[in-house]
């Protein structure tokens, strides 16, 4: 039985006294769950974060990072910078970086193994576009991103890559998925992984949704059996919603 992992992205949002007030209030909202919790939150944020997150159950991750471990790289992040001060995961590839800041399938990957290189838990984010989906290609384009992702990597490795299915066209737009077309899009990633390494592989991947997750509809979407939580935007940045998100088995709500 894979765990559920409940990931908020906050983006470029909130300062670093607005996220220490944010964890004091969110931690004893979720402190019973059984499921993971993880805030990734902007690289300003991330310090004052992690002190505020010890002895908690909340996992603090970054939202980006560079595949070199040095250089002259002006303005970027290292993996091994990030370690450093006990950042547990990454998001790696999301669309808004493929989008505005050239991101490519290739700098994905190449994230992705530093990521492993430095003991940091990627979560690698493929989706499709609006023009893609009417176009019948969604599963084409979202297990072609999966692939070109963990190319290189260890089984191992890959058991341990979060994936998030963000249908581009749902990300911030208040659309989303139905919880069957979310499903079958997982589905589809999962079972590119089983072909290429495996079905106890691929029945170890977390693969989550991502895509306009809120407390109205998160219990159908992580009710479905191959959703594995979900990575959480705008309603991650208000504590009440997002614990809400997190305990998503206690919500009767199924808008």
């Known amino acids: 039985m894979r765990k559920k992992i409940i ?10 006294n607005e996220t220490i007030n944010f964890i004091e209030e969110l931690a004893p909202l979720v402190k019973s769950t059984q499921n993971e919790v993880i805030l990734c939150v902007p690289y300003t944020d991330l310090f004052y974060a992690l002190l505020t997150a010890q002895n908690t159950n909340i996992k603090i991750g970054a939202q980006n990072m560079h595949f070199e471990e040095s250089g002259a790289y002006t303005g970027e992040i290292s993996a091994k910078m990030l370690k450093a001060i006990n950042v547990e995961y990454v998001i790696i590839g999301h669309s808004e970086r493929r989008q505005y800041f050239k991101e490519t399938d290739e700098t994905v990957n190449k994230k992705v193994k530093a990521a492993f290189q430095n003991g940091l838990k990627p979560i690698v984010c493929v989706g499709e576009t609006l023009e893609q989906r009417e176009a019948q290609k969604t599963e084409e384009i979202i297990t072609n991103q999966t692939e070109l992702a963990l190319e290189g990597l260890t089984d191992e490795q890959v058991k341990n890559t979060i994936i998030a299915y963000e249908p581009i066209w749902a990300i911030g737009t208040g659309k989303t998925a139905t919880k069957e077309d979310a499903n079958n899009s997982i589905k589809a990633i999962r079972n ?13 991947v977390i693969i989550q949704y991502g895509g306009s997750v809120k407390s109205t509809n998160a219990k159908e979407l992580f009710e479905m059996s191959d959703i594995d939580g979900g990575l959480v ?7 009440d919603e997002f614990s809400k998100i997190v305990n998503f088995e206690n919500n009767n709500s199924n808008n």
Not at 7 to 16: D, I, Q, S
């Open 7 to 16: 990931a908020g992205n906050w983006k470029m949002n909130k300062l670093p």
């Open 192 to 204: 590119k992984i089983a072909k290429n390494y495996g079905q106890k592989v691929a029945n170890s």
């Open 233 to 239: 935007g705008g309603a991650s940045l208000k504590v």
